[in-house]
């Protein structure tokens, strides 16, 4: 079993940059492919980033490709998120998330894959 504390939420201005972490504990962080998901408020916690078990796959969001990057290191147990252009309706709260898998280069997009899960960062992004 993993536990995950994410850090780096804050208040930014639009057009502003931030760098999410998630550190993870408890148990072997290289056999868990790792998620990135935010929730605002009175809407679905929704899928912004996920990256697999070796980093070597990613996947994004079409709202925020080119903007958002997750990464990976497997020697400091730890998954980020660097979030450029941030925009104002990309207030949330931001979570982490584990699921434990054989392959190397899944990576999973939707809540219901994820096992494991932080309490979240705020994110708020003013306008």
């Known amino acids: 079993q993993v536990q995950l504390v994410e850090s780096g939420g804050g208040l930014v201005q639009a057009g502003g940059s931030l760098r999410l972490s998630c550190a993870a504990s408890?148990?072997?962080?290289?056999?868990?492919?790792m998620g990135w998901f935010r929730q605002a408020p009175g809407k679905e916690r929704e899928f912004v980033a996920g990256?697999?078990?070796?980093?070597?796959?990613?996947s994004y969001a079409d709202s925020v490709k080119g903007r958002f990057t997750i990464s990976r290191d497997n020697a400091k147990n730890a998954v980020y998120l660097q979030m450029n252009s941030l925009k104002p309706e990309e207030t949330a709260v931001y979570y982490c998330?584990?699921?434990?898998?054989?392959?190397?280069?899944?990576?999973?997009?939707?809540?219901?894959?994820?096992?494991?899960w932080g309490q979240g960062t705020q994110v708020t992004v003013s306008s």
């Open positions: 998330a584990a699921d434990s898998t054989f392959y190397l280069s899944l990576v999973k997009v939707t809540t219901a894959e994820y096992s494991y």
């Open positions: 408890g148990s072997t962080f290289s056999r868990y492919t």
């Open positions: 990256i697999s078990r070796s980093g070597g796959s990613t």
